[in-house]
């Protein structure tokens, strides 16, 4: 997925140290690799990490063409720091993160994923990680929880409504599969907002548990707060979101990165001598064009957003 908007934004270099945090089956990474490898020189390296194991697998096989220059993690892409700790890396020339579900898992109904087709109420990228599958989450969640849950992360209108729904169905019995969740999500909606849907009327609220369950805003704020510091200057981040909270939260903080001076708005001149982190490559996000979307409708609403460190940044040089 926007596979040339990457390489175009990372520019892999021969010599170069890589991380991608959300290996996936290793397209972006090869891609890197392939890119990297054109330019005569030092073979470059890359650090994948993917918190489900079987996409892991798949990319493993992918990449094992590039032998022991490859170094894959069981990790989520928040604990990035770890994995480069493990291999002596200060720092490294470029990192990308793809964040949210992957076609294989939103496709592998016994994920829990997507109500298009029954299944187990899981929704863990980690598949049998210790977080609390989906199932779980609705056994004991109470009303105003999880109406915050859906309003925030799904950004339901019907947050209330739903939420009501969902805890007086549990009385009855419990809420065990894709399709029974997806019932009674549609069953709370008014008709008048069904008819005038554009998708079906659990789409948000399979969004904001997943999301929930997964904790995908809080693993996205930690990759941001550690990532600057473990790139080199000239180092670039990318990152690929598909909806407008993690694409806000992108946006505000490498706009962060970018600010100079952080003096208070009342302050009639700049007295803090902060200097801006990193410079934005990006005004406005990065979209697929009309042929990929086409040829993977799933793209359609993705963003990429990137940042280079400036040599002011701090960190390793």
């Known amino acids: 997925m926007l596979l040339d908007e990457v390489l175009e934004a990372l520019v892999p270099r021969a010599g170069g140290r890589y991380l991608d945090g959300t290996l996936g089956l290793g397209g972006h990474a090869a891609a890197v690799l392939a890119r990297a490898d054109a330019v005569p020189g030092i073979p470059a390296e890359l650090c994948g990490l993917d918190r489900d194991a079987a996409a892991l697998a798949v990319a493993g096989e992918r990449l094992a063409a590039y032998g022991g220059r490859v170094h894959c993690f069981h990790s989520r892409y928040g604990a990035f720091a770890d994995a480069l700790d493990a291999l002596g890396w200060d720092a490294v020339d470029g990192a990308l993160i793809d964040i949210g579900v992957s076609s294989m898992q939103i496709d592998t109904a016994e994920r829990g994923f997507s109500f298009h087709a029954d299944g187990p109420l899981d929704m863990r990228m980690d598949g049998d990680g210790p977080e609390l599958s989906a199932r779980q ?88 707060d550690a990532i600057l510091p473990r790139l080199r200057p000239g180092g670039r981040v990318a990152v690929i979101s598909f909806h407008s909270i993690e694409d806000r939260i992108v946006k505000h903080r490498m706009r962060r990165w970018a600010q100079a001076c952080v003096c208070p708005s009342q302050a009639v001149r700049c007295v803090c001598g902060h200097e801006p982190e990193a410079r934005l490559l990006t005004a406005r996000p990065i979209r697929p064009g009309q042929a990929e979307v086409a040829r993977n409708p799933r793209s359609a609403s993705a963003r990429l957003r990137v940042a280079e460190k400036l040599p002011t940044g701090g960190g390793p040089a």
């Not at 105003?144 to 859906?150: A, G, M, S």
């Not at 997806?182 to 904001?208: C, E, K």
């Open 137 to 224: 989450m609705l056994r004991s969640i109470r009303v105003d929880e999880l109406r915050r849950i859906l309003a925030a992360y799904g950004e339901d209108p019907q947050a209330g409504r739903i939420a009501r729904a969902v805890v007086a169905a549990r009385e009855r019995q419990p809420i065990e599969t894709t399709r029974q969740l997806a019932a009674i999500v549609a069953s709370a909606y008014p008709a008048a907002w069904r008819a005038r849907a554009r998708n079906h009327p659990a789409t948000r609220t399979f969004q904001a548990l997943r999301m929930a369950v997964n904790d995908e805003v809080g693993e996205l704020e930690r990759f941001l």
